[in-house]
């Protein structure tokens, strides 16, 4: 029952602001407490038989609190306020006024304050909804008149009886008194919050200015930053074909000097040997173009969203490394694993990196073993790729993540120092991290977190 009367006449308050659907909550008890006063005082006095002037102000006061709830119905709440204030006093006055009217009993010079209580409560009800300063004055000028008014009244009836005129007067004064110090205290007090308010205001306004130009300067900040970008992903790819073009010149002239010699019968293993080290310089040199190249182009922009079948893609990257795998002789297991969100090239990338590291640092005394599996979390999964290589000494796990950064000469093992570094960022960003756990000699175990895709594949074994 509560609830259905609550919803139909505070629905319509549901899109407003919070403040307003407060303060139409709390217009809405006071109505409906006053009005549940109004029915019991109504029913009292009629088993009391107090005469028709009661009963007429409550039916009044019954008729004005109905009017209060259709206008409050119709989200009219500042009207249904003062309909239910001003009925409410029109009553009390009705009643106290009317009635002493009649009445030559000297104790009626004690109704003033009666009167005061009753209309002071009003007061307050008043000052706590509207909490405005200019009905809070024009209340309780309105106040002032009525008790005026009725102290008028009282004096007319008993300024006969000796004294009784100069005690009206006398309480008349004290009530005027307090409610004047009574209007002035809470005037002072809206006045203070109005100012507190105002301060608020302009604080959030400063705010909301400083907050536009932090983000216009965000704005234009990040557009520079995104065209710089840009500009050096061009940059980097124009110099990268740009290098390649007399590499290439290099590359095939030392081929066609090679040949020449072979043609001219000039055998000599020391040319042989110099030819060779130009060769592998300029495939160095190519190498070194195409993973900057890449690393370049590495970047949020470029990465797509999509449900990654890793299965699917160890299988692509097992067949690009057939030749390896097959001259290396080695053995690779995967483990079940769970389908990630994120790019599927760049995560070929990382996988095919991992695992051509994993081969090119396999240790030549044992068969090497490579493993693949994953562990799931809530909202990620945590990759590894292990191996029984030649393992890295702990004081260089952060450094061999950094571009450039080699353990081992170019004559020991061939490489660019790139690898690990593009799979540091491919993993960041995917929002994840990458670290290693090795043992020198023993092995190593790569390990990565991707985020989690909550549709499951079917699972697809490796070829």
């Not at 217009?27 to 009292?44: G, R």
């Amino acid at each position: 029952m509560t609830n259905t009367i609550n919803n139909f006449f505070l629905s319509g308050f549901n899109n407003a602001s919070y403040f307003d659907r407060r303060k139409a909550k709390y217009l809405f008890y006071i109505i409906l407490a006053t009005l549940l006063f109004v029915v019991i005082a109504t029913v009292s006095q009629l088993y009391l038989q107090l005469g028709p002037v009661y009963l007429s102000a409550n039916l009044i006061a019954l008729a004005g609190l109905v009017t209060s709830l259709y206008l409050f119905k119709l989200k009219k709440t500042n009207a249904a306020g003062h309909m239910m204030a001003c009925t409410i006093v029109f009553s009390i006055s009705l009643e106290s006024i009317l009635v002493d009217s009649f009445s030559n009993d000297p104790a009626i010079r004690y109704r003033l304050y009666v009167n005061f209580t009753a209309l002071l409560a009003v007061y307050f009800i008043i000052l706590s909804f509207f909490r405005e300063k200019k009905y809070v004055m024009r209340y309780a000028l309105a106040f002032e008149l009525l008790l005026s008014l009725h102290a008028a009244v009282i004096y007319r009836q008993i300024h006969t009886i000796p004294k009784m005129g100069a005690y009206t007067i006398e309480h008349f004064c004290a009530i005027s008194i307090g409610m004047v110090i009574i209007a002035a205290i809470c005037t002072w007090l809206l006045a203070y919050m109005e100012a507190l308010l105002q301060q608020n205001r302009e604080y959030a306004e400063r705010f909301k200015l400083h907050n536009e130009e932090l983000e216009k300067m965000v704005e234009l900040r990040t557009h520079a930053l995104q065209s710089s970008n840009n500009s050096l992903r061009e940059f980097a790819y124009i110099v990268s074909h740009d290098l390649k073009e007399p590499l290439r010149t290099i590359s095939g002239f030392v081929t066609l000097i090679k040949k020449e010699l072979h043609k001219q019968g000039l055998d000599d293993n020391e040319i042989e040997e110099y030819i060779a080290y130009v060769t592998a310089g300029t495939r160095q040199m190519e190498l070194l173009i195409d993973d900057i190249l890449t690393y370049s182009k590495l970047t949020e922009a470029e990465k797509k969203q999509e449900t990654v079948n890793v299965t699917g893609v160890i299988s692509m990257v097992r067949s690009r490394l057939a030749k390896s795998i097959y001259e290396s002789d080695c053995d690779i297991h995967l483990t079940p694993v769970a389908p990630v969100t994120g790019d599927t090239a760049m995560l070929a990338q990382l996988f095919e990196n991992l695992l051509s590291n994993a081969i090119k640092y396999r240790n030549p005394d044992r068969t090497l073993k490579i493993t693949i599996g994953c562990n799931k979390g809530a909202n990620f999964v945590r990759y590894y790729v292990q191996d029984n290589g030649i393992g890295i000494p702990s004081q260089y796990f952060d450094t061999i993540f950094k571009a450039f950064k080699r353990l081992h000469s170019k004559r020991e093992y061939e490489g660019t120092g790139v690898g690990l570094a593009i799979c540091k960022k491919i993993v960041e960003l995917h929002g994840g991290e990458m670290g290693v756990d090795s043992i020198e000699g023993e092995g190593s175990t790569f390990w990565f977190t991707l985020p989690l895709s909550q549709i499951e594949l079917p699972v697809v074994q490796a070829v």
